[in-house]
């Protein structure tokens, strides 16, 4: 994904930190909204290049989120309940 961007031209780079412990350099970088929004949709894989297109992927996200905690709440109580599961009874 990350060859598809253009030459980022205008960047402020600042190092925040160094870490000699670990080997680990903090880089902060600036760059134009229009490349956030590019790189977003690289990462995601839909259009992102616009607030608009954000709001409403995120809005669906949420609503997905939403149905999947319900899920989720099922299945953890099924598992804690053995629903489903025949144990086998002595005597």
Same mark, same amino acid.
Do not use: P
């Given at each position: 994904?990350?060859?598809?961007? @253009?030459? $980022? $031209?205008?960047?402020?780079?600042?190092? #925040?930190? $160094?870490?000699?412990? =670990?080997?680990?350099?903090?880089?902060?970088?600036?760059?134009?909204?229009s490349y956030y929004?590019?790189?977003?949709? #690289?990462? $995601?894989?839909? =259009?992102?290049?616009?607030?608009?297109?954000?709001y409403r992927y995120?809005? @669906?996200?949420?609503?997905? @989120?939403?149905?999947?905690?319900?899920?989720?709440?099922?299945? #953890?109580?099924?598992?804690?309940?053995?629903?489903?599961?025949?144990?086998?009874? @002595?005597?």
């Amino acid at each position: 994904m990350a060859s598809q961007w @253009r030459a $980022i $031209i205008s960047v402020k780079c600042k190092v #925040d930190g $160094i870490n000699m412990a =670990n080997g680990c350099v903090t880089v902060s970088m600036e760059v134009d909204d229009s490349y956030y929004y590019e790189m977003l949709s #690289d990462l $995601i894989g839909e =259009n992102m290049l616009a607030n608009i297109n954000c709001y409403r992927y995120f809005s @669906r996200w949420l609503k997905m @989120r939403t149905e999947y905690v319900k899920v989720l709440h099922a299945v #953890d109580s099924v598992r804690g309940k053995g629903y489903g599961v025949k144990q086998r009874r @002595r005597g």
